[in-house]
């Protein structure tokens, strides 16, 4: 129905920039809400970035001020701009998107992930 794709990341040193983009494909869809989740080595996924239909964001404690999420419904690409990482900010970073596709229920979506590694 849905196709998620991560890109972007990467091997980056502490204090560095890195851009993460979802590129959505499939049928014909109405995309809801987005979200980026994380989930370093050894500890469970967990939300960093929210942003809805109507464009409101919300953002872990942790990434404040480090993270921005944004999206572009018309190229169904979403992105994570992640400045001054840290180790700490060193996983597996999934997107996941609430759609409507035609035919079928409002339904969660989820790439494959992309691996960030910040080193220091």
């Known amino acids: 129905q849905v196709q998620l794709v991560e890109s972007g990341g990467g091997l980056v040193q502490a204090g560095g920039s890195l851009r993460l983009s979802c590129s959505a494909s499939g049928l014909t869809m109405v995309v809801r809400d987005i979200n980026w989740y994380r989930q370093p080595p050894g500890n469970q996924r967990e939300v960093v970035a929210s942003?809805?239909?109507?464009?409101?964001?919300d953002y872990a404690d942790s990434v404040k001020s480090q993270f921005t999420i944004s999206r572009d419904d018309a190229k169904l690409m979403t992105y994570l701009h992640m400045n001054s990482v840290t180790p700490e900010d060193t996983a597996v970073y999934y997107c996941a998107i609430d759609a409507t596709v035609v035919g079928f229920t409002l339904q969660t979506y989820w790439g494959q992930g992309t691996q960030v590694t910040v080193s220091s």
């Open positions: 942003i809805l239909h109507n464009e409101d964001t």
